[in-house]
């Protein structure tokens, strides 16, 4: 699945591309990342991001695919990919996801986006949700049992290599370590993560001040307003009809959105998926939220779409669709008012400070769900042993599937 990307202000990309911040002209920019246009389609775009979906197993080792299968088709230049990289790590969202919807867009507009954003979510969608039907039908049974407690204790490595991985990339130097502990703290102790991160987005521009970003170019693009009007009351028709008819459904809705506008990558919707769902509507326990985690490693595409198993378990299958679609609503309308701007807002100290503040705090609050989801679990000397093992194993790039299938032959034959 997806861990977060790299921070715009990296000087590399996750897969060691150069800096996607340029200081060459507009006129220039326009050039590198304007290339002759091949034939192309709605359907097109879908399915190549379909494509790229259905194996999207390792999160950033998905990186590449992606740009191959766009570089390949001449729908961006490397120039133009890093570009549009460096805008959709910068907002909320699964990193993959906004990718695929930024490159729809230049290409088709707003029927091209949400071909994009489909494409590459439908794959993960239809298999989480199948996983979780069958889940939810025998998860009485001892095999199952079995397999889920193997499944949780390489989830346990997984949070693990996620929490190192977020320190390296985000936690360097006092000030970060600072954020990145007091997030952790913070939310042991119940705040929630949305107040967390707001104080971090406040708190950045005055903790990082002397911190001066490269400026960032990019080329216009337009985006048709009226599309994203029709499908902005579109959503707000819906979550009035709940509002009445379904009020599960409208709170499902809700929390999704919330968890959405406060994650940045793939893991780092994790702290506010677990806040929503146990702390905070108590619509399950923690092993249970555990054991759906577990499945969406099973998955490819976004981790973000192991919501759909939080989904299934309040409403079915309905459920399952809405928190998918909702899980991602919020963060392409942010996507859509972005892109128009983006070259002068990634430009802007002040939201690039607090862009690092934000992203300071996103290893702690990661660091936080896996201390308490630790707590919750019986542990054993050998499921201690099949954590470490995965977290090394993961941590040695071994692709996540074979982790994940390792982790349920080891809980149906020994746990």
């Known amino acids: 699945m997806n861990p977060a990307g790299a921070p715009p202000e990296a000087q590399k990309t996750q897969e060691n591309a150069p800096s996607p911040f340029s200081s060459k002209t507009h006129a220039e920019l326009l050039a590198d990342t304007t290339v002759p246009q091949a034939p192309h389609s709605v359907w097109d775009i879908f399915r190549c991001f379909f494509r790229v979906g259905l194996t999207a197993y390792g999160g ?3 990186m590449p695919l992606m740009r191959e299968h ?6 961006l230049t490397p120039e133009g990919f890093r570009l549009g990289l460096s805008v959709c790590q910068a907002i909320p969202g699964g990193t993959l996801m906004q990718l695929a919807a930024y490159t729809g867009l230049g290409l088709r507009g707003l029927p091209g986006a949400l071909a994009g954003f489909a494409g590459f979510a439908v794959p993960a ?5 199948v996983l979780s039907v069958i889940y939810h039908a025998y998860a009485g049974l001892t095999l199952t049992v079995s397999a889920m407690q193997g499944l949780s204790a390489v989830v346990m490595g997984i949070i693990a290599l996620a929490v190192y991985d977020f320190w390296l990339k985000y936690a360097r130097g006092p000030r970060r370590i600072g954020l990145t502990l007091a997030a952790c703290g913070l939310f042991l102790y119940g705040l929630g993560p949305a107040w967390i991160i707001l104080g971090a987005a406040c708190a950045g521009p005055l903790v990082f001040l002397n911190v001066t970003a490269a400026e960032v170019r990019l080329p216009s693009t337009r985006v048709p307003v009226r599309g994203v009007l029709l499908l902005a009351a579109l959503g707000a028709a819906w ?10 459904l409208f709170s499902l809705s809700v929390s999704m959105a919330k968890s959405d506008l406060i994650a940045f990558g793939g893991y780092g919707v994790f702290p506010a998926l677990y806040h929503e769902t146990v702390e905070l509507h108590h619509w399950m326990n923690a092993a249970t939220f555990m054991d759906g985690m577990a499945l969406a490693q099973v998955t490819p595409g976004p981790f973000m779409l192991g919501s759909c198993f939080v989904g299934y378990h309040i409403a079915g299958l309905l459920g399952a669709v809405t928190a998918g679609v909702w899980i991602f609503t919020p963060s392409f309308f942010i996507l859509m008012l972005t892109v ?3 070259g002068r807002l990634l430009s802007w100290q002040p939201f690039r400070r607090a862009l690092m503040g934000v992203l300071s705090t996103l290893g ?5 769900v896996g201390i308490q989801l630790g707590r919750s ?16 194993a993961l941590w040695r790039k071994v692709d996540p599937i074979w982790v994940v299938l390792c982790g349920v032959g080891v809980g149906l034959l020994l746990l």
Do not use: E, N, V
């Open 60 to 62: 950033p080792a998905m």
């Open 125 to 129: 969608t239809l298999l989480i949700t």
């Open 239 to 248: 979550l009035c009809l709940t509002f009445y008819t379904a009020p599960t």
């Open 364 to 368: 702690g609050l990661i660091l936080a």
């Open 340 to 342: 128009p701007s983006a």
């Open 70 to 75: 766009i570089l390949k088709r001449g729908w």
């Open 377 to 392: 679990m019986a542990w054993t000397p050998l499921k201690a042993l099949l954590c470490l093992a995965a977290t090394f």
